[in-house]
């Protein structure tokens, strides 16, 4: 009776799951993302509920291709059909960061989709190749236009309060967290400073003098 009265309740990440999965030095191998999207004023066409989340990638043993989490966050929000008049903020946490397969299209789908601006949080940097070159694939992606960061203490307490049924338990940080967030942050930092910006001018000058080589008498000798 009760329950029915109630506004449907948000489906939760339970507290074993979250740590497992986004706990930024275990190595799970799986992916799981967060997503929040500010709604903007008037009809925003996000079914009631749906504003904030959490999905996973759809593992090998589940019927059908697998399907990564950020193409299966990309189902979701198409099929929501956005209104192109108004302006939508997303921000994703995912405890990998996206590979090549999944940046390129994610950065696809911001430029066919100006209406909506995309923050991107990872837990860990994925650095396998197997899909490509993931740094090219996350340069891509940032010149779309996605700010990319590396979560960091306060967007791990941010989705613990936001995504997962704590039972009113406070955010346990664990060993190394800012250390190993740190750690990532730098490398995220140094693979996206590698796209030159384009008011550089062109990094290369013709020689202004003629550069001077042996000279050919002394390549003779003076045998004669
Ligand atoms: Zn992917």
């Not at 967060?34 to 090998?60: A, H, I, M, Q, T």
């Not at 993931?134 to 791990?156: D, H, K, N, P, V």
Request: aromatic share 12%; hydrophobic share 35%; with cysteine.
């Amino acid at each position: 009776m009760e329950a029915s009265a109630a506004p449907m309740a948000r489906r939760l990440m339970d507290e074993d799951t979250f740590t497992e999965n986004f706990n930024n030095v275990n190595w799970p191998r799986k992916t799981y993302l967060c997503y929040e999207v500010e709604l903007p004023d008037g009809n925003s066409r996000v079914p009631p509920g749906w504003d904030k989340g959490f999905l996973r990638n759809k593992p090998v043993h589940v019927a059908g291709p697998p399907r990564d989490a950020e193409m299966r966050f990309l189902d979701l929000i198409s099929s929501w059909n956005l209104d192109q008049k108004l302006r939508y903020r997303v921000t994703c946490f995912i405890s990998w960061s996206p590979c090549a397969v999944c940046a390129q299209r994610l950065a696809e789908f911001l430029r066919e989709n100006s209406h909506l601006s995309l923050r991107i949080f990872a837990s860990r940097m994925y650095t396998k190749r197997k899909y490509g070159d993931y740094e090219e694939g996350l340069r891509t992606l940032q010149a779309a236009g996605a700010q990319i960061a590396i979560m960091a203490s306060e967007e791990f307490e941010h989705c613990w309060k936001t995504f997962v049924d704590h039972q009113g338990r406070p955010f346990q940080p664990w060993d190394e967290l800012d250390a190993k967030s740190r750690y990532l942050s730098e490398q995220l930092q140094h693979i996206l400073q590698l796209m030159a910006p384009p008011s550089l001018p062109p990094l290369y000058f013709p020689p202004s003098h003629p550069v001077p080589g042996p000279s050919f008498r002394s390549l003779t000798g003076s045998s004669g």
